[in-house]
Nanobody
Framework: QVQLVESGGGLVQPGGSLRLSCAAS????????MGWYRQAPGKQRELVAT???????NYADSVKGRFTISRDNAKNTVYLEMSSLKPEDTAVYYC?????????WGQGTQVTVSS
């Protein structure tokens, strides 16, 4: 059974930093492409960043230069380092992967950027 468990969300002031983690199980993590997405209230879910099995990364324009995606294959975990956070980064952040043609999502972790 595939499971993705996100953690690390919370309340942070504008300009602050957070690190999100997504622990994966039930997949061969070393060959899995992983992604972070987010959904703000009243908006569609959008891509934030992706990382392939060979560590090629891709970022939404809105987070380039502020967010960094990385992976630790020994821990089956993908990270999202977020800095210079803005109120518009407030959203539920989800981890995503695909295995055997099926898309899997984590339960999400809330990030709130507010003073």
């Amino acid at each position: 059974q595939v499971q993705l468990v996100e953690s690390g969300g919370g309340l942070v002031q504008p300009g602050g930093s957070l690190r999100l983690s997504c622990a994966a199980s039930g997949i061969i993590f070393t060959i899995a492409d992983m992604g972070w997405y987010r959904q703000a209230p009243g908006k569609q879910r959008e891509l934030v960043a992706t990382i392939t099995s060979i560590r090629t990364t891709n970022y939404a324009d809105s987070v380039k230069g502020r967010f960094t995606i990385s992976r630790d294959n020994a821990k089956n975990t993908v990270y999202l380092e977020m800095s210079s956070l803005k109120p518009e980064d407030t959203a539920v952040y989800y981890c995503k992967t695909m295995a055997r043609g099926i898309t899997y999502w984590g339960q999400g972790t809330q990030v709130t950027v507010s003073s």
